[in-house]
Each structure stands twice: as C-alpha cells, then as structure tokens.
C-alpha cells in the first residue's frame, strides 16, 4: 500500500504560486495528514497509529509541544502536521546497509535534506571509517568502544560536545546529562539555545523561572491574547482549538506579525462538523509589524497605559500586585513616560490609532495572556523583548492569576523536559549537588558550551569530538559553510538519529550512525515493555507509549544507547547502576524523583489520570524566586531595526510542510507556494524599486558588521503582503546567510528573524 522513497530530488524550476488561503485547517488538512500517512505506513499502521496520538494510555505526539486538553480528549488529538510528524517517524520506509554500499558520501552530499529524509528509517549502526567513501555497517559493541575509545584519548573532557534535539524524552535526557557530567563535561548545548533560550533568560530574571506561566484551562478564562512572532497554524495547530475555544467564551485575540499568517486570519476546526463548515477569524486585530518592532510596540503600550491610568487613576496600574509582589516599578515607570511615540510608529510601521486600540483593550482586559515563538526570540534584542511583555503583564497583575500570564510557545515536543531534567551547559549548583549525592559523582562546575560557543570551539580545533542526541545539528544552526567546516574538523562524529540527514554525510574522520527508536516504537528491555515521559510547554508531565514493531530489529532505544555507551566509557564498577537503569526505565524515574526539583514521587504522578503539572512559584503562589525576591520591572533602552537603504531585513521561517531542518514535501500550502522552496517573499513595491519582476531569480547576499558577506542562489521573487523592507525566505536553505555572530544579547540565540540583505539577479 505505501509508496516508495522518491528518487528524484527536488526541481526548483517547478515552483508554482497562488494566492495565499485565508483559512486554515479544514477538509483539505485531514485529506493532507491521512493521504501522507497512508503513503509511508500503509492503511493498517495508520489507523493503529493516528488513534494512540496524544492519549492517555497512548505516545505523545512527535510534533510540537502544545499540551493536550485535561478534560475531554476527542478521538482524533492531532493536526494535519502532527500527522506529517507521525507518518514521517513510523514510515515503513528504510535505510539500510544496501542503501549506503550503493551511495557514496559524495553522492549524499549532492541531496537536499528532504531527498534524504524522504528514503525512510535508519536501521543498522553504520560507521564511515577514516577516508572511506562509504558508510558500512559495524556492530553495536564495536561502535561503543570506538567512542569510548576516542573520548578517553581527548587531552581534556571539555574537547567534546555533546548535543541535545527537543525530542528527547526525559529518561534518556536524565541518563545523557548523567553520562556527559560523569564524563566530566557540561558541553550540552540543545536546541533550545537557537529556540527559546531568550525566553528563559528573560523570564528567570524578570519572574524568577523559565518557563511560561499558564495552563492550557486558562485559554478558556481569558478576556484578551496577544499572539506575537508566532504562526500557530502551521507549527501549532491544536492552538488554534484553544484559541476558538477563548473567542467562544468572549475573548479578543490580536495577532502581531509582519505576515498575515493564514491561522490566525481564519480557522476551520476539523474536529467539529459545525468549524468544517463555518469555520471563524481567529484575529480581531492584526497588527503587522515590522521585524524587529516588537520591543518598540510593547514599550509604547506602556506609555500608553500609563496615560489611561492618568485619565482614570487607580483602573490600569494594579497598585495592590505591584506593591505586594515586584521590584524596580519606579524607574520603569518614568522611563516608560519618556518613551517618544514618533519612534514607536516608525519602528513598528502601526499607527497611533492602532497602538491606542490595542491598549485600551489591554486596560480593559482583566485577564491578557501574552503568547509568542521564534518572531520575539530570534532577535537581537529578544531577551529585552520578553521582559517589556512581562512589564506589562506585570504592571497590569497578570501572573499567578486565572486566565492570565507569560506563555512562550515551545517547539519541539520535549523540549522543556530536556531542560528540567538538566540538559543545560550551566544548570545551577543546587542541580549539580543533588546529582553529585545520588550518584556519587563529581559533576564539573565550569559551564559549558552552547549551540553557538560548541560551533566556535569545534571551528577552532578546541573542541574533537561531536555527539547529537537527535537533531540535525549542521543544518539547524547558522553560517551553514562555517559549521560544516567545523564538524568536517572533528575527530568522530556521531548522530544518535531515526532518519537519514545532512549531520550524516557532513561528518569528521570517523562517523557514526546510531539508529534509534522514535516516539512510536514498542520499547522492550529483557522482555517488558517500557514507557518514557515527557513535558509539555505548560509545564505537564505524563508518560509516552510506543507500539509500533520497530522497522528493524537492529534499533536501539535512546536509554540503551546512554547505557550501553556509559558501561563501555566507565567500566563495571561505575557508581551509576547504568544496567539496572537499561532494564527497568521506572528505576529512572525514581532517580529523577529525588534529583530533579518537583519531580518527588514521579512514577506515580506520571501515571495520573493526565500525569502531573510541575511547580511553577509565580503561577502557583505569586512567589518570584528572582536576585530580589520579587518580580522585577526590567528598564531597556528602545531598540528597534531601521532597514539600511537599498537593503532588505530577511527573517528566516518555517513552510506548513517541514518540522525544522526535515522537509515533508514542497508546499506551503497556506501562503500560496507549490512544489518548491527556493522563493523570498517580499513586497510588490519593494521587488519594484529595486527594478525586479516577480518571478525573477535573484541571489540573496548578507552583510555583515565585519565587511564580510554570505550569498545563497537561485530565490525566486514572490510579492507578499509584508512590511516594506521586510522580506521572509525558509530555513535551513537561509541559514548559510546567518553569520555565526550574530546572536541575540544575553541569550546568545541565532538571530534568524534579522538579517540584513541585498538582493542581486542570479546570474544564467
Ligand atoms: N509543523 C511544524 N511544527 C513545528 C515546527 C515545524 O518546523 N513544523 N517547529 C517546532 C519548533 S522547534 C518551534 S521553535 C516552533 C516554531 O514556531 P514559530 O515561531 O511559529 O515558527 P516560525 O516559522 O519560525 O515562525 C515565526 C513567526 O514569527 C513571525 N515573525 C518573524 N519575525 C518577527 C518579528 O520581528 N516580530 C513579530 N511580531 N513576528 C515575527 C513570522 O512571520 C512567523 O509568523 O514550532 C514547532 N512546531
Ligand atoms: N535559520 C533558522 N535556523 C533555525 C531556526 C529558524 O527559525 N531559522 N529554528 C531553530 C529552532 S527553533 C530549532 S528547535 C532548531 C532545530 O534543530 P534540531 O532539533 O537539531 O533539528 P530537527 O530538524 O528537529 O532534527 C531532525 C532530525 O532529528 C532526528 N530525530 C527525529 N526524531 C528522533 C528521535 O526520536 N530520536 C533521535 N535520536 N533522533 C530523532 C532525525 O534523524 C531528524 O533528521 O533549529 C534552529 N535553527
Ligand atoms: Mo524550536
């Protein structure tokens, strides 16, 4: 029934454009998800697999990492690409070691990340010996030592690096941080420093935590939500329910977005017979900002609010939180005051009337829950972004009360677990103490590297070795040739990876391909079945469940791989019980119970009813853990990105067809793209004044503060509505435009919303 791997990659030449939809879900997205379920898996392991999505007793979806509901569950709890993210994991397609002996590394280097994710699942360790122009299979012992090997003869454990994807769960991610630390490093860059580290930052230093502030019920209580530098439809379409669900209790939603991303304009839920046929404008406003105008926007709020607390004093400012509860109003307040709302409009491109709109809704609500992704934290000045939403929710009461509060909008399914269970390159003492007296170790104190300090220490020979835990880590990062070089540097390479990608035919001497089970697989130690768990983006914990037979009988689990690896680096008198660990994922858990804070009594928690939420100080009891023990006004000079004359600021962005660097197929469906990737969006008078046609080729060159400049080929010209100067291409095909320095303050995150670019005619 399922179709094979396609052979021929893609033809940029074939890229069609209408206009975009103006709404999204509905029949065509349920014909999408089944038809391209059907063609990797077949009909029977589609049916078995889409009913389990996001169930209780069922695998947490691989997609994104927006929560399920608490009550109800309908029998279908997943989108259109939640079942892209499925079928594309439990495919029957595979690769295996025939596939390698008939392409060569040089030939694989030719292919574009969806040829190769395309080809199916990964299911034998395969190693690429030292200039060998072929992967070829190894057994699993031996690929252990040759790690164990090679990480002991490093001069120092600070030479390798040890990188984490988002899917991780956090079993595994216990075990891996345990491994890396017992090993003497806190290399443990993630993806979350290129994702929402700016989040973090911001929120532990303005509430005292990192992670957002609402739960999923409180959707349903809400008077106003602010959804800004997010496209839900595509990358968080279970949102959009809960967003339909806010609007039919009386809410407003106002979307801020340079584009009028489709979801947002328009939804057709799926799931009800009355959204298929109806179906409702999610937005009651649209602000359409200009990039990098956010800070601007949330700054001029407040000096408007401050006006309206003139107008009627003691109706906008919450005197009572503020004074109970938070440090530094003063000085915000008068800097907020000078604030000169000339430079608001110009820096947002929004008008003084839909500025005060927008806040005399914000005075009004008495419940606003700020929502936001990759279009805030993926700036330069992101953190100082985040700390200007929280000023306001702040100034307003809004944390720690119902309906209400900071809601950053992860990515990856597990990716705020892998970050509670440790996987951080400098996880506070109080952690590192705790695992030291469980374990008997001796963690290392000096802090690691992150995503952008791993690739500057593996460019520069400081760093040898190179492990991912999942992800594609030289396709996900930026400044793609200076990456690739560096890992081309490296001693060994090793992917732990489900699917075949760039981070595989990029690779040092000697690599390696350890091929593990995914989310949906049935995990069997000596005879019993295993479950993982797992933390969703509002901060709930509850178990995962695969079922499906593995593809191959050569797969191994992500715990096993930890365990094993750590039995052959640290030998049998290792204090850390790795074997026990291996057969019996509970004994885990009962670690992570008296290490992991809020984690006591985890085995029985998880299996709740809907498992458990972890504590959160400011949404549980207004208590603010922060350097003043209360929550703090941040004071941040306005920064904003006027566009250079004759240039163009790029963001980089995902299409309603890819989860991150893996490709499903070619259409961004909702913006009006087809059959092809290579295209910039730009505005109709900007493609004009600069003298192109729409449909022109056009290279896409960035500049750098340093005089350098990075160039990629071929982008067809697509008019889109976008703020003049503003211009949207997709990621990774972009990311070699990023240059390796150019990160957001605090954070360190690549900043893949702003690049600076010109554009010039491809040449024939
Ligand atoms: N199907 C699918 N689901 C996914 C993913 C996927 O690739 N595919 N990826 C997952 C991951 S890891 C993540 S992090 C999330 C990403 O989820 P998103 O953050 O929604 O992802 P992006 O495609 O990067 O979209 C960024 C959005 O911000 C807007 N934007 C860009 N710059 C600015 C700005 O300066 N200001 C404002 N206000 N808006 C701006 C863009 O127009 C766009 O709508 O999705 C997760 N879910
Ligand atoms: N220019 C630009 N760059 C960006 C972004 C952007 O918006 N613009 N976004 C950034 C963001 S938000 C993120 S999160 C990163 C994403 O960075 P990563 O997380 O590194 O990238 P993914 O594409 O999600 O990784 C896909 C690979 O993971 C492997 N995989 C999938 N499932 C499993 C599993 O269960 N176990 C294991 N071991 N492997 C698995 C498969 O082999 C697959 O090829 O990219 C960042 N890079
Ligand atoms: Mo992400």
Known sequence: MHRDAPTRDIDETQVTVTPPKDSAAGVTAVTVALERAVEEMGLIRTARTLARVNQRHGFDCPGCAWPEPTGHRRPAEFCENGAKAVAEEATLRTVTPEFFADHSIEELATRSGYWLGQQGRLTHPMVLRPGATHYSPIGWDEAYRLIADT?????????????TSGRTANETAFLYQLLVRSFGTNNLPDCSNMCHESSGT???????????????????????????????????????????????????????????????????????????????????DFLQIRLGGDMALFQGLARLLFEAEDRAPGTVVDR??????????????KHMRAVDLGVVEQATGLTREQLARTARLLAESRATIVCWAMGLTQQRHGVATIEEITNLLLLRGMIGKP????CPVRGHSNVQGDRTMGIWEKMPETFLAALDSEFGINSPRRHGYDTVAAIRALRDGRAKVFFGMGGNFVSATPDTEVTEAALRGCELTVQVSTKLNRSHVVHGRTALILPTLGRTDLDVQDGVKQQVSVEDSMSMVHLSTGRLTPVSD?????????CELARELFGPDHPVPWER???????????????????????????????????????????????????????????????????????????????????????????????GRKVVL???????????????????????????????????????????????????????????????????????????????????
């Open 320 to 333: 009572a939180f503020v004074d109970a509860h938070t440090a530094g109003f003063a000085e915000y307040e």
């Open 202 to 284: 911001a929120l532990t230093s303005s509430i005292g935590i990192g992670k957002g502030s609402v739960s999923i019920d409180d959707f349903a209580r809400a008077d106003l939500i602010i959804v800004a530098g997010q496209n839900p439809g595509t990358n968080h379409p279970r949102m959009l329910s809960a967003l339909g669900t806010a609007k039919d209790n009386g809410a407003k939603v106002i979307a801020v977005n340079p584009l009028p991303e489709t979801g947002l304009m328009g939804f057709r839920d799926p799931q009800t017979i009355k959204g298929l046929t109806t179906g409702i404008t999610i937005a009651d």
């Open 151 to 163: 990480l002991r003869g490093l001069a120092s454990p600070d030479e390798a690096v040890f990188y």
């Open 403 to 406: 309906g209400a509060g900071v």
């Open 554 to 562: 050569q797969l191994r689990s992500e715990v096993a791989i930890v």
């Open 581 to 675: 660990f291996r057969r019996d994922y509970d004994a885990i858990r009962d670690a992570i119970a008296r290490v992991v804070p809020g984690c006591a009594d985890y085995n029985r928690k998880v299996r709740e009813r809907n498992g458990f939420q972890l504590p959160h100080p400011p949404r549980d009891a207004r208590e603010f853990r922060t350097s003043t023990g209360k929550a703090n006004f941040a004071v941040n000079e306005l920064t904003w990105l006027p566009v250079p004359p004759g240039r163009l600021i790029l963001q980089t962005l995902r299409s309603h067809d890819q989860y991150n660097t893996t490709i499903y197929g070619l259409d961004d469906r909702y913006r009006g793209i087809h059959n």
């Open 682 to 764: 730009v505005h109709p008078e900007d493609i004009a004044a600069f003298g192109f046609a729409e449909g022109e080729l056009v290279d896409l060159v960035s500049e750098w503060t340093d005089g350098s400049e990075r160039r990629v080929h071929g982008f067809r010209l697509v008019p889109y509505s976008t703020p003049r100067g503003n211009a949207a291409a997709y990621y990774p095909e972009t990311n070699p435009l990023v240059p390796l320095d150019h990160v957001a303050e605090r954070s360190n995150t690549p900043v893949s919303k702003a690049v600076t670019i010109r554009l010039e005619r491809t040449s024939a």
